[in-house]
């Protein structure tokens, strides 16, 4: 019987961070779920093409290059890049109207110098503890967030509809 509960405590823990998460950006979308599983979601709900930015404060990811690389991805395209958190919020300012930016592996640090410069739209906030936080910018994040919605990727104390 417990083990086919265990699931709840991680969800229980994961819903404080997601949470915390939510008090700094004001108002996100949240779900509980792993960006390396879901990615695939986050591309068929519209996020096409996708740039994305995974915080790299040691500067191993890849090379340090100007130009993202290009990855297609079940029909998808991916614009892949690394950096520091400089590289986070241009990537955010300077995205064009149309465009969909997924920044990965954030610490709640970061959270608090992203959220001034998200724009009017709410994001899409993700965390599981082994990645940490993740955000998806731009206009694919409502449909984005209703394919990742599950009971299991609802965090605790959130509706659906606004988690």
Same mark, same amino acid.
């Given at each position: 019987m417990i083990p086919r509960h265990a699931w709840r405590l991680r969800w229980l823990r994961e819903s404080v961070s997601a949470h915390a998460g939510r008090r700094i950006l004001k108002d996100a979308l949240c779900v509980l779920d792993d960006i390396r599983w879901c990615i695939?979601?986050?591309?068929? *709900? *519209?996020?096409d093409p996708l740039l994305v930015v995974n915080l790299d404060r040691e500067r191993t990811f890849v090379e340090d290059s100007p130009n993202p690389l290009?990855?297609?991805?079940? *029909? %998808?395209?991916? %614009?892949?890049t690394s950096g520091g958190l400089e590289r986070a919020i241009a990537a955010i300012r300077t995205a064009h109207a149309g465009a969909n930016v997924l920044v990965s592996d954030l610490h709640v640090r970061d959270l608090r110098a992203l959220a001034p410069h998200l724009s009017t739209t709410r994001p899409l906030l993700g965390f599981r503890r082994e990645v940490g936080y993740w955000l998806l910018? *731009?206009?694919?994040v409502g449909r984005v967030a209703a394919r990742l919605r599950s009971r299991r990727s609802t965090p605790a104390g959130m509706a659906r509809d606004s988690a």
């Open positions: 695939d979601d986050v591309l068929a *709900g *519209g996020a290009v990855l297609k991805r079940l *029909g %998808h395209e991916m %614009h892949l910018v *731009g206009p694919s």
